[in-house]
């Protein structure tokens, strides 16, 4: 029985989406450089244009000048037929972009919040830099994704509430929130996936399917990507390392004994006064001085490390955050790695240094505003 051949419709959406992204991409192109970068032919490229050019998500700019043949014009990606927001909460407050199809920031928003913050507070933060950028949009919002740096429930967009999270106090519900404040529903993710995009995409781990990204500094957190794609768990929980087991010191005992590394950071007096919150600036300081409490926690991270790659088997452990990428931190990880049996995974520090969830949730963003002009077929049909 013959194979079925691709639908006209499919073909389509696939070269729309070809001459779309070369276009977003470089900035500004002609037919023949778009025919040239995509390897389409000619006429098919034409019909794409013709087609992108009446859907008003492309315009057409300035004649090119020089060089052989006939002039040309420059096609460029038309900001007000729509532009996506890519936000980010987290410690440092609320931050937003308005993101242009050829990633291009158009507007900036940011308020700040006390941390621990409440989902009252939150909220009332994130619907206003939602709707002020909003406004600030040359045209209209056709994709919005949101970094949050407690667990997400993928299913419903919900923030998962946890007793030892050191930055929201309560469940917050963005999707319902921001109903009537943009007219997309959000894509809401943990603050430390986004990251994990972020570094595939751009920094160490690019080209990299199986990966354990462990963020160490105030807040402590992982994300995981298998076979290319991303792991969340059932509710989202999946990377709470802060509830990961590993070696806690106890005064009075010869050897350690089992407990989260919360626990671990809380007897080795690394929590904030008053908070769930790691006192960064002293755990460097001591693990720069290596002090012993320092050094010990240090091991129990490469105990935590060495448990979840047995479990998970990365071809790469990325290491972010300001105390996660300490130099004692790396050797104690790489060591623990090393001296396991199977285990090949190297170790290395994250290259998106900064605001690197708020980079990784910018990617989506242009991700999902480009399906909304050319959707991306998941198959070809058989």
């Not at 991409?25 to 244009?49: D, F, H, I, N, Y």
């Not at 963020?215 to 298998?226: K, T």
């Not at 080795?268 to 001591?286: H, W």
């Amino acid at each position: 029985m013959a194979a079925d051949l691709p639908s006209l419709d499919l073909l389509r959406s696939l070269s729309d989406r070809h001459v779309l992204t070369a276009v977003a991409r470089a900035g500004q192109l002609t037919r023949a450089a778009v025919a040239a970068t995509t390897t389409l032919s000619k006429p098919t490229v034409s019909q794409s244009v013709t087609r992108l050019l009446a859907a008003g998500v492309l315009v057409e700019g300035e004649r090119t000048s020089g060089g052989r043949g006939r002039a040309g014009t420059y096609l460029t990606v038309n900001d007000a037929a729509g532009c996506a927001l890519a936000v980010q909460a987290g410690p440092q407050g609320v931050v937003g972009e308005v993101v242009a199809l050829d990633g291009r920031i158009l507007a900036a928003r940011q308020r700040s919040l006390a941390v621990p913050v409440t989902s009252g507070a939150l909220g009332r933060a994130l619907a206003s830099v939602c709707r002020a950028l909003t406004s600030d949009s040359p045209g209209p919002i056709r994709a919005l994704t949101l970094s949050v740096a407690d667990p997400v429930d993928r299913r419903t967009g919900r923030v998962v509430e946890l007793p030892a999270s050191p930055f929201l106090v309560g469940e917050l519900d963005p999707v319902r929130l921001l109903t009537d404040v943009v007219p997309v529903r959000p894509v809401v993710d943990n603050d430390v996936s986004w990251a994990l995009l972020a570094e595939r995409e751009q920094g160490v781990a690019t080209g990299v399917d199986d990966v354990l990204h462990l963020y160490l500094d105030e807040g402590m957190g992982a994300a995981m990507s298998s076979g290319g794609r991303p792991m969340h768990g059932a509710r989202g929980l999946a990377g709470e390392i802060a509830y990961s087991r590993t070696l806690v010191p106890r005064s009075g005992r010869r050897a350690a004994v089992s407990g989260t590394l919360m626990e671990c950071v809380e007897a080795l007096g690394y929590l904030r006064e008053g908070s769930k919150a790691v006192e960064v600036e002293a755990l460097i300081d001591d693990l720069d001085r290596g002090v012993g409490q320092a050094t010990a926690l240090a091991d129990a991270v490469g105990e935590l490390a060495r448990a979840h790659a047995y479990l998970l088997d990365p071809e790469l452990v990325v290491l972010s955050g300001r105390w996660g990428r300490h130099t004692r931190i790396v050797d104690a990880v790489t060591t623990a790695i090393g001296d396991s049996a199977g285990l090949q995974a190297r170790v290395a520090v994250a290259q998106v240094a900064d605001d690197a969830p708020l980079v990784g949730a910018r990617i989506a963003a242009l991700g999902e505003l480009l399906r909304t002009w050319a959707p991306e077929p998941h198959t070809v049909p058989r």
